[in-house]
Antibody, heavy 127, light 107 residues
């Protein structure tokens, strides 16, 4: 079955750290760019970070730049998000997201539409 | 960064009504625009990619149009199961950004 399963969400104090993981199954993980997208309570979706197929290239939203680090291990079919210096405003459901397969070429961007989402993991930052 | 302005932020319509949502980009994003649906407690779901391409399995009552900076998403006949929040999202460049969302409710 094609699936993404997030884990690692928890309650943490401001200034703390947390590492999220996303386990992929049922598809060629290394053929897809991957992203983390979050939704804070009462707010809309926000792209957090993305990484290319090899893990050698990545991007971040301004709101997390310098605090969060995305990485992947294709041998383990896993995506990670290391979150440091957490703030109250980082409280959200964090979703693992798979971008459409562009491994064959012909795509404008490796960060095309997200065609597979995980169910999300909740991160709560509270004093 | 490209800003995506979506309107309205919420709407109430009757079953069978036509529903239209607009999305304005702060600069030309050509055709690199997607639409997602999110129901309460669920993960987002892709409905339309690259302005007007319906994702496999998505009902044909959903459609999209536009180019450049102005885009439109339409539900031709609102069904009860369409109650959700809808988001536009560009992928012209990083960072990717979403519109603020449109919450669709049944009148």
């Amino acid at each position: 079955e094609v699936n993404l399963v997030e884990s690692g969400g928890s309650i943490v104090r401001p200034g703390g750290s947390l590492r999220l993981s996303c386990a992929a199954s049922g598809f060629m993980f290394g053929d897809h760019a991957m992203s983390w997208v979050r939704r804070a309570p009462g707010k809309g979706l926000e792209w957090v970070s993305g990484v290319n197929w090899s893990g050698g290239g990545s991007g971040y939203a301004d709101s997390v730049k310098g605090r969060f680090t995305i990485s992947r291990d294709n041998a383990k079919n896993s995506l990670y998000l290391q979150m440091n210096s957490l703030r109250v405003e980082d409280t959200a459901f964090y979703y693992c997201a798979r971008h459409v397969d562009c491994s064959g070429g012909g795509c404008y961007s490796i960060y095309g539409h997200v065609d597979l989402w995980g169910q999300g993991t909740l991160v709560t930052v509270s004093p | 960064d490209i800003q995506m302005t979506q309107s309205p932020s919420s709407l109430s319509a009757s079953v069978g009504d036509r529903v239209t949502i607009t999305c304005q980009a702060s600069r030309d994003i050509r055709k690199y625009l997607n639409w997602y649906q999110q129901k309460p407690g669920k993960a987002p779901k892709l409905l339309i990619h690259d302005v007007s391409n319906l994702e496999t399995g998505v009902p044909s009552r959903f459609s999209g149009s536009g180019s450049g900076t102005h885009f439109t998403f339409t539900i031709t006949t609102l069904h009860p199961e369409d109650i959700a929040t809808y988001y536009c999202q560009h992928y012209d460049s990083l960072p990717l950004t979403f519109g603020g969302g449109t919450k669709v409710e049944i009148k």
